[in-house]
């Protein structure tokens, strides 16, 4: 599972889904996480990116996000949990509550969209991140990006990607539709 999230950290990146050290990723195993250290660059993963937590235990070298995918586990029985900063959802979220894709695969597989709001690193946030991403599979964080949990790190990426995509393709054409009105 380790080669797997080192791989997604890469697509991630070549994706324009993270840049910098934002984002982060674990995986579940058995009554433990696997988890990206706090300042970890997921392009260039390797094996000393990432520290073991058991559940419900912190850690400090562990990412800042570490209770939002503790929380994600203790509700749900997804294997993985990816969360990345893609900036099309990251500019919608400070324009909208929510938005409805109108791209093809938004429509079949996302529905609706909802920016939640809260207090970066506050045990609320973390619990309304988990609930969302327990009803749907991911959640959008108002300004701060996509939480996608998946058995496994391809559809978690999958999720992801068409967050990203459905956002571009929302906020492009409300772009155009603006100027188009000029």
């Not at 890469?10 to 984002?23: F, M, P, Q, V, Y």
């Not at 937590?53 to 990412?63: H, I, P, R, T």
């Not at 327990?134 to 559809?155: E, L, P, S, T, W």
Request: with cysteine; glycine share 6%.
């Amino acid at each position: 599972m380790l080669e797997d999230a080192i791989r997604i950290g890469r697509k991630l990146a070549e994706n324009n889904l993270i840049d910098g050290t934002s984002g982060n990723l674990s995986f579940r195993d058995g009554d433990w996480i696997v988890i990206t250290k706090t300042g970890s660059f997921l392009d260039s993963l390797n094996e000393d990116d990432f520290v073991r937590v058991k559940l419900g235990e912190s850690n400090k070298e562990a990412s800042s996000d570490l209770l939002v995918h503790q929380k994600i586990y203790e509700l749900s029985d997804n294997d993985v949990v990816i969360h990345c900063h893609g900036s099309y959802n990251v500019a919608l979220s400070n324009l909208e509550k929510s938005i409805k894709p109108i791209d093809l695969e938004g429509i079949m597989f996302l529905k609706e969209i909802k920016f939640i709001d809260g207090k970066f690193g506050s045990a609320r946030l973390a619990e309304r991140i988990s609930k969302e991403v327990k009803r749907k599979g991911f959640a959008v964080v108002k300004k701060h990006g996509i939480y996608a949990a998946a058995n496994n790190f391809h559809q978690a990426f999958a999720i992801a990607s068409f967050i990203e995509h459905s956002c571009k393709v929302y906020y492009l054409t409300m772009l155009y539709s603006l100027l188009d009105r000029r």
